[in-house]
């Protein structure tokens, strides 16, 4: 039984700082993914980072590049999002999922998660 926990998350002004942090247990495979996703209302869920959990490979959505950050603590399994310089646009629920290890340039795409967290606010005004 796969189960992924996030933690964080809350209000801030513009130009502030958030990190959530998601621990995952009952994930059985060698390899996995695990990646960052949001959902503003009124539009679809989209990848924000994701990271090979293994080897600690990261991956980005343009959006957000040099702005969040997402790591990996393997004693933990925990993962967790750095999120600085937020912007009004950041606004939205995230949510920390789980993945196949083969997913290339799916990385960021939701559909091929298959374990996902409750979700998060992240309000930024």
């Known amino acids: 039984h796969v189960q992924l926990v996030e933690s964080g998350g809350g209000s801030v002004q513009t130009g502030g700082s958030l990190r959530l942090s998601c621990s995952v247990s009952?994930?059985?495979?060698?390899?996995?993914?695990m990646g960052w996703f949001r959902q503003a209302p009124g539009k679809e869920r989209e990848g924000v980072a994701s990271i090979y959990f293994g080897v600690g490979t990261t991956y980005y959505a343009d959006s957000v590049k040099g702005q969040f950050t997402v790591s990996r603590d393997s004693s933990s399994n925990t993962i967790t999002l750095q999120m600085n310089s937020l912007k009004p646009e950041d606004t939205a629920v995230y949510f920390c999922?789980?993945?196949?290890?083969?997913?290339?340039?799916?990385?960021?795409?939701?559909?091929?998660?298959?374990?996902w967290g409750q979700g998060t606010q992240v309000t930024v005004s």
């Open positions: 999922a789980a993945g196949p290890g083969n997913l290339g340039f799916d990385i960021l795409s939701p559909g091929r998660y298959s374990y």
């Open positions: 009952g994930y059985t495979d060698s390899s996995y993914c």
